[in-house]
């Protein structure tokens, strides 16, 4: 079963809008982390947030994170057409480092 | 997709016939892991390895065998008994937390 699952699925937005996706996940975990995806290529690491922090930046993004809600939430600031991609959250499953992935937001930022 | 290769980019192959991906990495991390990815869906684990000589599976490891003899390589073979192949395969490798993605390959079978 999907630990993450990303909200929305599509997202269409203009060039210098923001943009927000957000991540639920079902069971207790110790950091969450944010990927993307451009069409038919492999995924990029974008930010890792741990349990302990409740919001962590990296350039354009933000990430939060509640625990008591099992939520998370990335925000691309200022939007360019090069953001366009599938973003997806991963977290932590079983043993030995493995991540579980959400099915993914497809970010869609018209010039 | 940076220090982390997978050859080819495109595979096609009949169905019935055994079809090995590669999966090659010079960032020296020991663990490694084959994804399998479907249209509009999130990645699901095939197999994983923490160590040389050493795997285990994931959540979808039937129809599907991996190696790991050098700490380099990871490849996986698609066999006939996969039901359903055509996909999109992404290996990765990472030192921990972290995972690090090859650019995929995209398996068509007929």
């Known amino acids: 079963s999907q630990q993450g699952e990303e909200d929305p699925q599509a997202l269409s937005i203009q060039e210098g809008e923001n943009a927000t996706m957000n991540c639920s996940y079902k069971?207790?975990?110790?950091?969450l982390q944010w990927y993307r995806q451009n069409s038919g290529r492999g995924l990029v690491h974008l930010i890792l947030i741990r349990s302990n922090e409740r919001e962590k930046h990296s350039g354009r993004l933000r990430v939060t994170l509640d625990t008591s809600k099992k939520s998370s939430s990335l925000l691309i600031t200022a939007s360019r057409a090069a953001d366009t991609a599938s973003y997806f959250c991963a977290s932590p499953s079983g043993s030995a480092r493995q991540l579980t992935f959400g099915s993914g937001t497809q970010l869609t930022v018209l010039p | 997709d940076g220090g982390i290769t997978q050859s080819p980019k495109y595979l096609f192959r009949k169905e019935g016939q055994n079809v090995t991906l590669s999966c090659e990495q010079n960032l020296n991390h020991d663990a490694m892991y084959w994804y399998r990815q479907d249209p509009g869906q999130g990645l699901r684990l095939i197999y994983y390895?923490?160590?040389?000589?050493?795997?285990q599976k994931g959540d979808i490891a039937e129809g599907y065998s991996v190696s790991r003899e050098k700490k380099e390589s990871f490849p996986l073979t698609v066999t006939s008994a996969q039901k359903n192949p055509t996909a999109f395969y992404l290996c990765a490798a990472g030192p921990g937390l972290e995972q690090y993605f090859g650019p995929g390959t995209r398996l068509t079978v007929t």
């Open positions: 069971t207790s975990i110790n950091n």
């Open positions: 390895s923490q160590i040389v000589n050493d795997f």
